[in-house]
């Protein structure tokens, strides 16, 4: 079993940055694909939107074309991912959660039921 907490959220004007994090347990999550989704408040029945991965098999990484080049997925050797949000914008205002698959598929995983693991979430609030 893999335990996964994300940090890191929180206001912040438009065009600053955030950068959030997502501490994992129970397993070592380099045999593991990360990604983050998000959840925005006025679509709360909707599909997570899928936001970034990186490939347990080589750490490659994967983005929506709405945030590439500004967010930046990355992870360390003590079992956390991270995600640095730059030049954010008020629509990226949702709920980010950090998930992980155990390494089976050499694909980027991009939807959200080929995870098997989820942080609880973090909000990221961004002011206009």
């Known amino acids: 079993q893999v335990q996964l907490v994300e940090s890191g959220g929180g206001l912040v004007q438009a065009g600053g940055s955030l950068r959030l994090s997502c501490a994992g347990s129970g397993r070592t999550l380099s045999s593991y694909s990360m990604g983050w989704f998000r959840q925005a408040p006025q679509a709360p029945g909707a599909e997570r939107e899928f936001?970034?991965?990186?490939?347990?098999?080589?750490?490659?990484t994967y983005y929506a074309d709405s945030v590439k080049g500004r967010f930046t997925i990355s992870r360390d050797a003590k079992n956390t991912a991270y995600l640095q949000m730059n030049s954010l914008k008020p629509e990226d205002t949702a709920v980010y959660y950090c998930?992980?698959?155990?390494?089976?598929?050499?694909?980027?995983?991009?939807?959200?039921?080929?995870?098997?693991?989820w942080g609880q979430g973090t909000q990221v609030t961004v002011s206009s």
């Open positions: 998930a992980a698959q155990g390494g089976y598929s050499d694909n980027f995983l991009t939807r959200p039921y080929e995870y098997d693991y």
């Open positions: 936001l970034a991965t990186t490939r347990w098999s080589d750490g490659s």
